[in-house]
């Protein structure tokens, strides 16, 4: 019998959401944990991950944490098609992507934009119109950037889904969430072209974190 696969994570995190992405691209059966990363961890969960966030994937007795190593490793260890590109530049570019995402995109377009301007109002929760435009200043360049990446053509092409799509297509999600967000996006045609055609697909509806979401694949 095939060792079970595990994902601890949040269903409204982002970070979360790429994994589940990754495994139901691949056909990986799974279950999932519910762990909330903004309350207090058990030391168990602290165990599988020292600095509190989500997720942490497990596959038998084999643990991991960081969304990048997670999704590399589904995409090596699993059967179905490659979700990484064949060629260098391609590849390369797969990883720019996912980087600058992470570096310059999570924060101003998740935490600044879409958390102010959408999540903490539909919690009811207080937010700052300050954080919505700091956010949006800074998200300018990282929008510029992903138009010319989906320009390219080598990853975020709309067709075969790639590490690079799966790791935007949640953030994204959330930043059109927003008014401003999906105002921002409109004028960089290629890119809102992508999310046209990635925010239909099956994989997104079924993570979707706003409708009812079963407890594995
Ligand atoms: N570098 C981590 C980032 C994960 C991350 O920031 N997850 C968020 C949820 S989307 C989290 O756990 N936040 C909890 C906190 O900030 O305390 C990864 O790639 O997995």
Redesign the pocket.
Known sequence: MADPVHLHG?RY????RIARLVLLSKKVEHQTIEVN??AELSEAYLMLHPF????VLTHGAFKL????A?TRYIDRAFNGRSLQPEGAAALARMDQVIAVI?AYA?WPM?RQVSSHAFFRPFLGEQSSREEVDTGLEASRKVLSFLEDVAEEGEVLTGRDITLADCHLAPMMDYFVRAQEGKAALSPHRALQRWWDQVSVLDILKATDPFTVQTASK
């Open positions: 949040y995190s982002v970070y979360n990363p903004f509190g966030r989500v997720p944490f960081e969304t990048s997670i992470d999570y998740v």
